[in-house]
C-alpha cells in the first residue's frame, strides 16, 4: 500500500483471532488422524498410521471415493461446456435478454440445495433417475454451471472483442473462431471454472443426501454416515486426504491465474 | 469450376441463412435446456406442490399463523441466521479492514487464511468443529487438563455449536465483498484526514466506514441468504435438537412424508431469500457480487 496507513491494534487483534479462528480448527484433524489410540483424540505416546491404512484397506471407503471421482469428472464435464459456450454466447450478444439468462445460470448459487434436492426427489422419480449415476451426474453438473460461467465471464472481460470481429471478418466460422480465436484465449478462466465445479460435486452432499441411496455413495454420504454413526480417528484421515486434496486443487488454480495475470 | 462453386457458397449461405445472430444464440441452448429442464423446472414444481398437497389451497400456509411447530422452527432459523450473519460481519469487517491495508505481499498471506477456508469441504469442517466441541472434545479435556472446569461445557449439540460453525463457514463469504469494496478506497484518503488532524477512530469513523458501507451491506445480504437455507452444519452441530428450517424440510420429506408441508416452508425460503435480493438490489449492485464479470 503506497498511503502508508496501517490498520490500529483493535483491528489487528480481531484479524489474527479470525484467522486463527478459521485456519486451526481444521489443523487439529492432522494430529488427531494419527492417534494411537482407537477414538478421537490427540496422540497420547506414538504417531500412528494405522487409521490411514484402516482407510485404504476399506472397500467401501475406496468404492466411494472412487464413485465421487467418477461423478465428479463427469458433471465437470457437463458444466464446462454449457457454462462455458454459454459465458461465449451472453458476452458476444450483449443485450437484455442475456443479462437475464445470465441471472439464470446463477440461481444455483442463491437458492437453496435443500429446497432443488426437494424438488429433484420427485423429477428425478418420475423420470426414473433416482439413485442412478446419471442422476447424479446430471444434478451436479447443472449446479455446477454457475461456477463456469462466473470464471469464463471473467476472463472474458479481458478479451478484446474486435479480435472476434477480425476472424469473422475474414471469413473464419463460428465454429474456426470459437476453437482458435476465442477458446486459447479464454482458456485459464475455463479451467479455473473446471476446478470449481469438480471442487462443488466432489464435496456436494444434500442432494445426494435425497437423490441416491444405495447403488450411488458418494464420499460425502459416506463421509456423513460416519459422522452421525461412529465417530472413530479414520474419519480424521479422511479429512486430512481431503484437506491435503482440496489445497493441491487450489494451487493448481493459483498457477493457471498466475500464468494468465503475470 | 469447383473453385466458383466455393466462391458462390457464402452469397447462396446468406439467401436463406438463419438471422445474423443464431449461431451464437445456439451457444446459450445446452446451458439454458439443462437449466430450465434439471433446474427451474423441479423447483417450480416444489411450488407448485405447496398449494396442491395434501388438498388444493392454501391450507399449507396457513400453518405459519396456526401451527407453533413451524413458527418455533422460523423463530430458531431467524434468530440464528442474524447472530451469524452480525459475527461474521464484525470478523470478517475487521479482516477486510487490515487485509485492505496490508502490503500486497502481505495481503496475499491474510488471503490466503480466508481462502483454504472456504474451499474446505463443509463436512470436514463440521467433523473438526465436533472433535473439538463435544463432551470428550479437545477443548473440554484442555480445559479439564488445566483445571478451569469441574465438568465438561456443553459446547455442541445446541445453538452455541450451530453459530461457531456457521460463522466459520460464513466469514470468508463476508470477506469478499467487503474486501473488494474496500480495495477501491484511496488510502491517501486516510492518511490526509490523519494529517489534517483527525484521530484514528474519527477517520474510520468519518472516511472509511462510509466507502466501506456498500460492500459491508453487500455483504449482509450474502451472509444472510446463504444462512438461511443451509442444511449441512446445523445438522451435525445441532445434533438433531435445534432445528433450523432446511433440516426442517428434510424432515417432513424423508421421514414423515409431509410433501406439502416440507414445500411450503420450502417455497417460504426462496421468497424470503428472492425478496431480500431484491430489496437490495437497490443499494448493492448484485451482479458484482455473483462475479457477473462485465
Redesign the interface.
Known sequence: ????????P???G??W???I???L??T??VP?SMTDRRY???PYETLSLRHYANLLGSEAWLGAIWQSLWIAIASTA?AV???T??A???????RRS?EW??A?????????????A??????FGTLDLLDRFLGVT??H???G??YV???V??A??AFDPRLEQAARGM?AS?GQTLRWVILPRIAPGIASGAIFAF?HS??E??LV??IASRNVFTL?RK??DG??EN?DPT??AV?VL??VF??L??LLDGALRARRDP | MAREAALALPAARRAWALPRDAGWYALLLPAFLLMTLLYVAPILQVLAISVTEPAPGIGNYERLFTNPGVQRVIGTTLRICVTTTAVALLLGYALSYVIALASPRAQRWWLLGVLVPLWISVLVRAFAWVTLLRRQGLVNQGLDALGLIEEPLRLVWNEFGIVVGMVHYMVPYAVLPMLAAMKEIDPRLLAAARGMGASRLTVFRRVFLPLSLPGLIAAGVLVFIFSLGFYITPAILGGGKTLMAAEWIKLQILDLVRWGLGAMLATVLVVAILVTLAVFSRVVDLRRLFGGGR
Not at chain 1, 1 to 8: D, E, F, L, N, V
Not at chain 1, 109 to 114: M, N, R, V
Not at chain 1, 118 to 123: D, E, P, S
Open positions: 500500500m503506497t498511503g502508508g496507513y496501517r490498520a490500529g483493535l483491528a489487528r480481531i484479524a483471532a479470525t484467522v479462528y478459521l485456519v480448527p481444521i487439529i484433524v488427531v478421537l483424540s490427540l457437463i461446456v454449457a457454462g459456450l454459454c461465449i454466447g451472453c458476452w458476444r450478444l450483449a442475456t439468462v445470465r439464470l445460470m446463477l440461481l444455483p448459487l442463491i437458492i437453496p440445495s435443500i429446497v432443488y426437494v424438488g429433484l426427489y420427485r423429477w446430471l444434478a453438473g447443472v449446479t454451471i454457475p460461467v462466473i470464471t465471464s471473467t472474458l472481460a471469413g463460428l471442487i466432489w464435496d452432499l444434500v443426501l435425497f460425502p463421509i456423513w459422522i452421525n465417530l474419519m480424521a479429512a481431503l484437506i482440496t489445497v486443487l487450489l
